[in-house]
């Protein structure tokens, strides 16, 4: 009886440990910048988010409440006010791993154009180390 009693214990013992351990190994993204999708007219539209990959790629993900037009275009602004064409938008979610050349450059906001030319929305990206220094002071 004791001997049962034993192995139970310690194969939930085992579980556990098997458990907590591949919880830690648990592969997350990291969410390094964010900012609020809006219409020019300033109606929120949905999320938007830098975040760096389990490989250390960084990709942009945004998630709105709407599908835009097919073939809308993101398009990211640099520091410098450059902007780069990432690709059309096809729903409502859009991700994309950034190229190599934009990891050396700061992006500080991102803009999706219908295929016509109009703007459909905009976003700013504050960083998450920023926005937190600037919840502190405060």
Do not use: C, H
Not at 15 to 23: E, F, H, K, P, S
Not at 28 to 53: C, D, F, H, M, W
Not at 64 to 70: F, R, T, V, Y
């Amino acid at each position: 009886m004791f001997r049962r009693q034993f192995t139970i214990y310690l194969l939930v013992f085992i579980l556990a440990l098997i458990a907590i351990n591949y919880r830690s190994q648990k592969v997350r993204n990291e969410p390094l910048a964010e900012g609020i999708v809006r219409t020019p007219k300033g109606e929120e539209l949905g999320k938007s988010q830098i975040i760096r990959r389990p490989d250390n790629s960084l990709a942009l993900r945004i998630s709105l409440q709407k599908a835009l037009p097919k073939g809308s275009q993101v398009l990211v602004a640099t520091e410098a006010g450059i902007f780069l064409s990432l690709g059309s938008m096809e729903g409502a979610a859009f991700i994309v791993t950034l190229p190599q050349s934009l990891r050396s450059q700061k992006i500080e906001g991102l803009r999706i154009i219908a295929p016509d030319g109009r703007v459909l929305a905009e976003a700013r990206l504050i960083s998450i180390r920023q926005e937190k220094s600037e919840t502190r002071s405060r």
